[in-house]
């Protein structure tokens, strides 16, 4: 027996695609540190916790990758690639392709 539907997570799914002239130089844990640092400086830890950040994947050849956020907190994810201008030192920035509540449809659509 699973957790009841009404007490389980939702989950938003946000795909970003990451752009710059030093874009190959990036891997899977410069993306998840830069992330844990601006959503900390943001929301704070208890801020961060409520947040249920979690990067699904990155494919570093696409340059593509897909990040989660609880379906409350959608907007405050979306907030967060806003601060995001450097990754490792590297004119390297996110841009947010498209939000699901499915990763199935959103691997459809952005072809990671």
């Known amino acids: 027996m ?6 389980r ?3 938003r799914y946000i795909a970003f695609e990451l ?3 030093d874009a190959d130089k990036i891997n899977e844990n410069n993306i998840k540190t830069i992330f844990y640092k ?3 400086q943001l929301y704070g830890e208890i801020g961060f916790a409520n947040l249920g950040f979690r990067l699904i994947e990155f494919n570093s050849e696409t340059k ?18 806003a601060f995001i201008k450097k990754i490792e030192n ?3 920035r996110l841009k947010p392709l498209s939000t699901s509540g499915s990763l199935k ?8």
């Open 19 to 21: 752009i710059g002239k």
């Open 38 to 40: 601006i959503l900390n």
């Open 9 to 11: 997570m939702k989950k």
């Open 2 to 7: 699973g957790i009841k539907p009404t007490v």
């Open 64 to 81: 593509k990758g897909i990040v989660r956020f609880r379906r409350q907190e959608l907007d405050k994810g979306m907030a967060s690639f």
């Open 105 to 112: 449809k959103l691997r459809e659509r952005i072809n990671i």
């Open 90 to 92: 590297y004119e390297t």
